[in-house]
């Protein structure tokens, strides 16, 4: 399984944009990127997949450089909202668990 | 449309105990995977079943145990339950055909206390 890691935690304020950056140095071939949001005493919430190159969906965008170490997930204008815990996870489809690190915890202010 | 239900959503039990936690998958979806989520801790893979089997698992000890029937709903058990077992209990449903796309829908969870 690809090791990933994150930062503990950010901060933010309102309408700015955040970006969260997931190393995974040793990514498969077969490995898509995927990450998800959660809230306190929810379950976790998908929120963007991709391979290579750029994602984007109504929620955030996902940028992934050529070389897939790593990766970054965008959110455009945070609200407060938006505080939660963020978890990059790094996997083959074909397998069946999800490998969830730690997180990074973003914390959104007026 | 519903999601994924869990019930109960809080339990208390005590030491030495058996508990059973239940989740109903999303409509359309064949596949449930559990999770244990310790306090300040990301989701560690329980097991998952499929087709009335357990298909994969995680490091668990044989005191969790699972089921799921032919409505696709699955059980969670925990036999001899221990301290260290209080924890949010995750379930996720996902469709077997839907192999490229990652996206597992998880339900709220069962907190388990265990005193």
């Known amino acids: 399984l690809a090791k990933t890691t994150q930062p503990i935690s950010m901060d933010s304020y309102e309408g700015q944009e955040v970006n969260i950056t997931c190393s995974h140095n040793n990514i498969a071939t077969n490995d898509y990127i995927t990450w998800y949001q959660q809230f306190p005493s929810q379950g976790p919430r998908f929120i963007i997949q991709?391979?290579?190159t750029k994602v984007t969906n109504e929620v955030a965008s996902l940028f992934i450089p050529a070389d897939r170490k790593s990766s970054t997930l965008s959110l455009p204008r945070v609200s407060l909202s938006d505080t939660a815990v963020y978890y990059c996870l790094v996997g083959d489809p074909g397998r069946y668990a999800l490998n969830f690190g730690k997180g990074t915890s973003l914390l959104v202010t007026p | 449309d519903a999601g994924v239900t869990q019930s109960p959503t809080h339990l208390i039990k005590t030491r030495g105990q058996q508990v059973t936690l239940r989740c109903s998958p999303k409509?359309?979806?064949?596949?449930v995977s559990w999770y244990q989520q310790a306090l300040g801790q990301g989701p560690q893979f329980i097991f998952q079943y499929y087709e009335e089997e357990e298909r994969q698992r995680g490091n668990f000890p044989d005191r969790f145990s699972g089921h799921q029937f032919p409505n696709y709903s699955s059980e969670l058990n925990v036999n001899a339950l221990l301290l260290g077992d209080s924890a949010l209990y995750l379930c996720?449903?996902?469709?077997?055909?839907?192999?490229?796309?990652?996206?597992?829908?998880f339900g709220s969870g069962t907190r388990l206390t265990v005193v």
């Open positions: 409509s359309g979806h064949d596949t």
């Open positions: 996720a449903s996902s469709f077997s055909g839907d192999r490229a796309n990652y996206g597992y829908t």
């Open positions: 991709g391979y290579k």
